[in-house]
Structure formats: C-alpha cells, structure tokens
C-alpha cells in the first residue's frame, strides 16, 4: 500500500509526543492515562491531516437526493441518500464549542461498545445500559447516534433540505442516555437548526430548557436516573421552520462525550416527520369537529398532559389570531392540570382591530407543558401567520353563510354552465301517465331557512358489486339518500345547494388542457328532494335519493373530498309531494 495515501502510516511530527505531554500536564482532574490521552491525540491529528489534504471527505450540509421526510420512518433501515453523517472529536481543552467543519462526512454503523459506532440502525430492543426501548413506541427501526466508548467522541446525523410549507413544523421522537461526569463540559445531546450559510436559525428548536441542548446532570428533573447515568426515555419534540419557507436549512441531531474524555453520550431518534400521539411529554391537537369554522362560536383543541411516573404535569394553550398576515390578539387559557380538551369562545366582531370586510382570520395555537417547574418544550398546531390552513383569512369566517348566500354564490356558475341550457323535460303527473304534461318550466323563490336542532342522515352509495373500484378515467352513477329517523316530524323543501369535488386540503382538483377539471359531479346543485317523510314502525326510516354522475377524465389517483355545502331544510308535519318528467330519447 501507498503510505502516502494511509494517514495512519505517515510520521507524526518529531515533536508531536512532546507537546501532547505538554497538553496532558496541564489538564487539571485526567479522567484517562497518557496513553489514553496520545491515542486520541494521534486519531484526532491524523483525521484533520487527511481532512486538509482531501483524503478523507469533510462534512459539509448539501442537499443532494435528501427530502425533508423521506426515511423518517427508520422502520428497516438508515438511508444514506436521505440523511448524512458526521464524526470526529470535540475539544479536550476547557469547553469549546465543535469545530464542525472539522468532522469527517460518511455515516459509521457498530456496536454499542465500540468507539468507532457513530450513526446505527437498531430494530425495536432494550438499551443495554438503561433498559429503555430502543425505538419509539410502536416503531420497529431507529437510529442511535453515538456510543457508550469514552474518548472525546462526537458525531451528527443530519437532513438538509428546502422548508416547503407543508414541513413548517417537523415533529420527531428521541431518547437520550448520558453519563455525568460531575464536572463541566459534560456530554451532551443538541438539535441544531442553521441555514443555509451555516447560521443558527434563532427559535427553530427548543427542549424546553431555553436552549437546543441537553446536558448530563443528575440533579435535572428532566432526567432519570441510574447510577451515574442519566436518561431520557422515549419523547416527542417538534422543529418550527415556520421563518424559513422556501429556504434551504439543515437539521443536526448532535451527540458528543464529556470535554475531559472519560464519560459517554449517545441518542437515540426516530419517526423523523411523525406525530406526538401518545409522547409522555404531552400533546395538542386542533379539534375541527367540536369547533365551529363561522359566526359566533368557539376553536376547540385536544391535548394530553405530561406524565412523569405517577405525576402529571401542565399545558398552557396560546391562541394567536391573525388577519392579512399581522397578529390582532393573543389568547391565553388557564393552566390546565387536567381533561383533554380546551375551547376558545370566539365572537369575531369583538377581536381587537378585526377587519369584517376581509370575511375571516386565521389562527395558530402553541402549547406549553411542564411538570412542576421544568419545562418540556412547546408543540405549536398551525403556522404563523397563515395559521391552520394556507393562505390568508381562511381559517374561521367571521360569519357563516346562510342557504341563500351559498345560492347566491352558485348562481354566477349556473349562469354560465346552464344559461345554454335550451330545452325544459316536460312535467307529468308520476300517477296518471295520460295526463297533459306541462311545458316543465319552474321558478322558485328563494327564502332564508332557519337550520333545526334535529337533522336528517345523508349517505352517499356508488357501485354494483363491493368489487368495484372507481377509476381515474371513469363515469360512475352514484345514489344520494336522504333520511328521516324522527317519527313525528317532516323535513320539508330538503335541498342541497352546492356539490364539489376538491382534494383533502379542499384545493381545486387538477384541470385538464382544455381547462376543464379532472373530477366532475353532475348536477353541481342545486337537488332537491322535496319532503323527506318521517320514520314508520317498525324502524324504517323516511328516505328518498337522488342520482349523481361522478365523471373522472385523466384525474390522479388519490383520496378527494365531496362536499355537500347550503343543506337546507325546515321541519314540518306535512305529507311529501312527488314529480315526474317526461325523459324521451331520441334514437341515434
């Protein structure tokens, strides 16, 4: 071999032994024998040798084949076109920060006990020093970074990556063992968020202690204990990107041993991009279904507290509200030490400084959550300024439209998808078939109905075999029922005035070349079903349904949302009317 090539085989400089003496002399307490202490020296010096003279490639943040969440999961393995690597040494002198352009790029998989095992894929196991899993719960894969060898060792496993909005916050899990020297300069476990140019994205990661950082320290309640270890059991966590949509960043998860060389730390993470469900460190979730999304009425949210052992800690729930991008107001609930769910009663026109022109606000919420007075981070739901939903001023209408402003917003389409319409079906009585049929012309006035406290059962059914599948090139019959349980009440004049196809997110689907879209529903509405009788003995409910041509043409094949919006209906002790028209087909 070309010693040349080896850095291992090239001389050391002829002083080299002498001036590492010099340096182990001056330390104060020595956690490792001279030898201990030549033997890194000599590593660390060959390693910044190879790393100047381009044999062994330096960690540099690039973006390559990396996406925000792909691996995330870890369930099998750790992918080196989805995240990098790093290791190298900290410092051995006071407690100088990591030279991180000083640390070699490759990802280095090994035993636990091996000093050389810097970024490894575990499958679910118990941690041999502290018997936590070694993956979050429900996970079959993980990674741990770092190992249980002294030495000076530090190492990253990193994701750079271009924030799109849908990754404004990224939550993930993580445990951390540790080992406390009781002394500074301990080992340590960091979130390091930068930029592009290498800057620490101010207020991107927070533990809960102020700082991105966690330190070994047995007097930390944040910690358990055992022996001379600490250790953090599986957690959940979240990364606010929120200031750097469309920039580039890179996330570090850092692991490093004490700055005097003889204690350990490693780390554990896993479900990169996952959610904080069941996380011991506490939850929030946004409760579309108990909230009201218009007028009068309230923004609700789930959350599960803390839970250390048989303690259980607190949440504080911030409610920013914004309109056009600029924060009106901040609401804050009372400290909740227990339930699982807070509302905000909410009457628009009385936020401070509200525009009710602008029709709507937007809002995000940030929970805060602690055990006694240790605080465990923050878990934010919806992003500044756009808040739950992206774009402006459409997460809460300040008022809610009625049935006739529905219909007035789907008159201007009508008009122009049926002002072409030329020929009217001719009306015949559904009972007497010889009877005259009339021209089946038809003007309705329009009237403003009050919505009652009971409501009928909608169902939509489509296919005729559970075989079925409806498809991206596709014109399918579905059929509308509506249905009546109550036995002593009519829903009378029952219409739906407004039919969409959108994806999940409610965004128009796709449109064609021709500018039409790729999911149709024909009739967009309104249909009206007439009375819906009541409910007869013994349990047969009043139904009556309605046809719906569902017309796909080169749509993508995923989940969509069908939207029946402007149900409008009152309720009444009336017998429901019928009509029949006259369908005549030509022949071809």
Known sequence: ??????????????????????????????????????????????????????????????????????????????????????????????????????????????????????????????????????????SAGAVRIGNAYWGWGCELLSKTFIVAPAQSTITFWYAVVLEDPGHACEPFFQVRVTDAAGNIVPGAFDFGNGSDTIVADLTNPFFQTKGHIVYKDWSCAQIDLSTQIGKQVTVEFVTADCGAGGHWGYAYIDAFCGNCKGSPTGNIEYDCEQSTQCGPGRICFDYSLPQMGSTTGTVTIMLDIYQNGTLLTQLTSPLLSSGTSFCYNITPAAIPGINLSLG???????????????????????????????????????????CEEIGKDQDAYLQKQCGRKANFLPRVSCDCPDAQPDAGDCRCDCRTAEFPALEPCISVKWGDSRCDCMETDDVEIACITVCNCYSNVTFGDFTIGQIQVTDMDGNPVPTLPDGTPSIQVIPSGPICFGDIGPCRPPNQPGCVSRELVIYTRGAVGKNYKLSFAGVCFSVKHEFQSEQCFILKLCKD
């Not at 330390?27 to 062994?56: H, I, K």
């Not at 000093?115 to 018997?131: K, L, Q, R, Y």
């Not at 055990?371 to 739950?388: E, F, M, N, R, W």
């Open 1 to 138: 071999m070309d010693t040349k090539k080896d850095p291992a085989k090239e001389p050391l400089p002829a002083e080299f032994k002498r001036d590492v003496q010099a340096r182990f002399d001056k330390l104060t307490n020595p956690e490792v024998t001279f030898e201990q202490f030549l033997e890194r020296e000599t590593s660390e010096f060959q390693l910044q040798r190879a790393l100047a003279t381009n044999r062994v490639p330096r960690y540099v943040p690039t973006l390559g084949t990396i996406t925000p969440c792909g691996n995330g999961d870890l369930e099998s393995l750790l992918d080196p076109t989805e995240w990098q690597g790093a290791s190298g040494s900290r410092p051995n002198i006071g407690c100088a920060p990591i030279n991180f352009g000083g640390l070699a790029a490759g990802i280095s998989p090994g035993l636990i006990n091996l000093s050389t095992s810097h970024h490894t894929w575990v499958p679910a196991g118990v941690d041999p020093n502290v018997g936590i899993p070694t993956t979050a719960q429900g």
């Open 360 to 402: 709507g606000f937007d809002f995000a919420a940030t929970a805060s959550f602690a055990i006694g007075s240790t605080s465990l981070g923050q878990i934010k739901v919806g992003t500044a300024p756009d808040g739950i939903t992206q774009g402006q001023n459409n997460d809460y209408q300040i008022a809610c439209k009625s």
